[in-house]
C-alpha cells in the first residue's frame, strides 16, 4: 500500500457555485468551465507523483464527471460543519486508513510547480512534522502532516489575509516541526486571472487550463493583451481553438511567434494551418521577412503551401517576391520544376489569387 496521499479538496463544477468571483469578468458558464479545467490539470498533476489521490468533494446535488474521477485513487464527501471541521475529518479519515503521510490541497493554482509538492512529502519524513505552503493572499495552497495536529483546525476562522500566519502560529506552538514552502498564487479573481494567463508556458502543465484560456481570449481584448502569446502556438495540427484565439488577437500581437505559426503552414490540410492561413496571407509586408528563408529552403512542398495560401492572395508580399516568382517562372531548378513550384509562380503572376 502506498503510504503517501494527497487529499485534494474540491467542488463540483456547477455554474454559479465554483470561482463565483471571476464572474467579475467572466459568465458563471464560463467560470465554471476554467474551474472544470483547473480540476482535470490539477488531478493529472497529482497523479503524476506517484502517491494516492484522495478526491474530498464539497456538497453538491450534480455529479461529478465520471472521467474527472478516474483521475483519482478514491472519491470521498467532505463532512464536518466549516472547512476546518472537514480538512480534520479527512485527515482522520485518511491517517485511519493507514496512510503516513498527508498532504491537503486545493485545485486553484494550475501552474504550482510539482516540486513544491514533492518537498511537502519530504519534509514529513520526521515525527510530528508539519509542511505549509503559503499563498500570495494569506491563506494557503497546500498543508502537509504525518500525524493528526486537531489544534490546527479547532475554531478556525478561513477566507481572510491571516489564515496562513495563524495556522503557523498555532502549528509553532505544538510540538510539531516546521517545513515553510516557497509562497504561491491562486486564481480566484480577475487579477490572478490575467496574471495565469502571462504564466502559461505553450508546452508546460495545464493542457486544459490551456486551452480554456485560448477560447477565452477569443472574447475578452484584457487577456489578449495579458498572455503570453507563445502559450497559444499550437502544439498539434488539431488544435484550432488557440488558432482562433492567435488570429483574435491580431498582428502585431503575434509578431513574436510568426515564425512557428509558418511552421504550420507545411501542410494546408492540417486543421490549424485552415484557420491560420488567410489571416497570415493577411498580415502582407511585414511577414516578409519571415517568408524568405522558407522560399530560400530546399522544401519543396513547404514552398509550394506558403506560395499557393500565402503570397497569391497577398498584393503586397507578390509585389516584393516578384522577383523570386519571376525566377521560379523562368528559370526554375529541376527540383522546383518537379515540385511545380514553376507552375505556381506563373499562376500567381498571371494574377492568381490561390486556391
Given at each position: 500500500?502506498?503510504?503517501d496521499?494527497?487529499?485534494?479538496?474540491?467542488?463540483?463544477?456547477v455554474?454559479?457555485?465554483?470561482?463565483?468571483?471571476?464572474?467579475?469578468?467572466?459568465?458563471?458558464?464560463?467560470?465554471?468551465?476554467l474551474?472544470?479545467?483547473?480540476?482535470?490539470?490539477?488531478?493529472t498533476?497529482?497523479?503524476?507523483?506517484?502517491?494516492?489521490?484522495?478526491?474530498?468533494l464539497?456538497?453538491?446535488?450534480?455529479?461529478?464527471?465520471?472521467?474527472?474521477?478516474?483521475?483519482?485513487?478514491?472519491?470521498?464527501?467532505q463532512?464536518?460543519?466549516?472547512?476546518?471541521?472537514?480538512?480534520?475529518h479527512a485527515?482522520?479519515?485518511?491517517?485511519?486508513?493507514?496512510?503516513?503521510?498527508?498532504?491537503?490541497?486545493?485545485?486553484?493554482?494550475?501552474?504550482?510547480?510539482?516540486?513544491?509538492?514533492?518537498?511537502?512529502?519530504?519534509?514529513?519524513?520526521?515525527?510530528?512534522?508539519?509542511?505549509?505552503g503559503?499563498?500570495?493572499?494569506?491563506?494557503?495552497?497546500?498543508?502537509g502532516?504525518n500525524?493528526?495536529?486537531?489544534?490546527?483546525?479547532?475554531?478556525?476562522?478561513?477566507?481572510?489575509?491571516?489564515?496562513?500566519?495563524?495556522?503557523?502560529?498555532?502549528?509553532?506552538?505544538?510540538?510539531?516541526?516546521?517545513?515553510?514552502?516557497?509562497?504561491?498564487?491562486d486564481?480566484?479573481?480577475p487579477?490572478?486571472?490575467?496574471?495565469?494567463?502571462?504564466?502559461?508556458?505553450?508546452?508546460?502543465?495545464?493542457?486544459?487550463?490551456?486551452d480554456?484560456v485560448?477560447?477565452?481570449?477569443v472574447?475578452?481584448?484584457s487577456?489578449?493583451?495579458?498572455?503570453?502569446?507563445?502559450?497559444l502556438?499550437?502544439?498539434?495540427?488539431?488544435e484550432?481553438?488557440?488558432?482562433h484565439?492567435?488570429?483574435?488577437?491580431?498582428?502585431?500581437?503575434?509578431?513574436?511567434?510568426?515564425?512557428?505559426?509558418?511552421?504550420?503552414?507545411?501542410?494546408?490540410?492540417?486543421?490549424?494551418?485552415?484557420?491560420?492561413?488567410?489571416?497570415?496571407a493577411?498580415?502582407?509586408?511585414?511577414?516578409?521577412?519571415?517568408?524568405?528563408?522558407i522560399?530560400?529552403s530546399?522544401?519543396?512542398?513547404?514552398?509550394y503551401?506558403?506560395?499557393?495560401?500565402?503570397?497569391?492572395?497577398s498584393p503586397?508580399?507578390?509585389?516584393?517576391?516578384?522577383?523570386?516568382?519571376?525566377?521560379?517562372?523562368?528559370?526554375?531548378?529541376?527540383?522546383?520544376?518537379?515540385?511545380?513550384?514553376?507552375?505556381?509562380?506563373?499562376?500567381?503572376?498571371n494574377?492568381?489569387?490561390?486556391p
Open positions: 500500500m502506498n503510504t496521499a494527497l487529499l485534494v479538496f474540491a467542488k463540483v463544477p455554474p454559479g457555485h465554483v470561482k463565483t468571483r471571476l464572474t467579475a469578468l467572466l459568465s458563471e458558464e464560463e467560470a465554471a468551465r474551474y472544470a479545467a483547473f480540476l482535470q490539470d490539477a488531478l498533476q497529482y497523479q503524476s507523483l506517484g502517491v494516492d489521490v484522495r478526491l474530498y464539497g456538497p453538491s446535488s450534480e455529479k461529478l464527471d465520471p472521467a474527472l474521477a478516474d483521475l483519482a485513487t478514491s472519491v470521498h464527501n463532512h464536518g460543519d466549516g472547512l476546518g471541521a472537514r480538512m480534520q485527515f482522520l479519515e485518511s491517517f485511519m486508513a493507514g496512510y503516513e503521510r498527508l498532504v491537503i490541497i486545493g485545485t486553484d493554482h494550475p501552474t504550482l510547480p510539482s516540486v513544491f509538492i514533492t518537498q511537502a512529502f519530504d519534509a514529513l519524513v520526521d515525527p510530528l512534522s508539519v509542511s505549509l503559503p499563498s500570495e493572499d494569506g491563506g494557503y495552497y497546500l498543508l502532516m500525524d493528526l495536529f486537531p489544534e490546527l483546525f479547532r475554531a478556525m476562522t478561513y477566507s481572510h489575509p491571516d489564515v496562513f500566519r495563524q495556522t503557523l502560529d498555532r502549528a509553532m506552538a505544538s510540538q510539531a516541526g516546521i517545513t515553510v514552502l516557497p509562497e504561491w498564487y486564481v480566484d479573481t487579477e490572478t486571472l490575467l496574471r495565469l494567463v502571462r504564466d502559461l508556458e505553450p508546452q508546460g502543465q495545464a493542457r486544459q487550463t490551456r480554456v485560448a477560447s477565452l481570449v472574447d475578452y481584448p487577456l489578449q493583451t495579458a498572455i503570453n502569446v507563445a502559450a502556438v499550437p502544439q498539434h495540427k488539431h484550432t481553438l488557440q488558432a484565439a492567435l488570429v483574435a488577437m491580431g498582428y502585431p500581437a503575434v509578431e513574436p511567434v510568426l515564425s512557428a505559426l509558418l511552421e504550420w503552414m507545411q501542410d494546408i490540410n492540417w486543421p490549424v494551418a485552415q484557420v491560420l492561413h488567410p489571416f497570415l493577411g498580415i502582407g509586408a511585414p511577414l516578409a521577412p519571415y517568408l524568405r528563408p522560399l530560400e530546399d522544401d519543396g512542398m513547404w514552398k503551401w506558403i506560395l499557393s495560401y500565402i503570397l497569391a492572395p503586397e508580399l507578390k509585389r516584393i517576391f516578384s522577383t523570386a516568382l519571376h525566377q521560379l517562372a523562368t528559370a526554375p531548378t529541376p527540383q522546383e520544376k518537379a515540385d511545380e513550384l514553376d507552375l505556381v509562380a506563373i499562376e500567381i503572376l494574377g492568381s489569387e490561390g
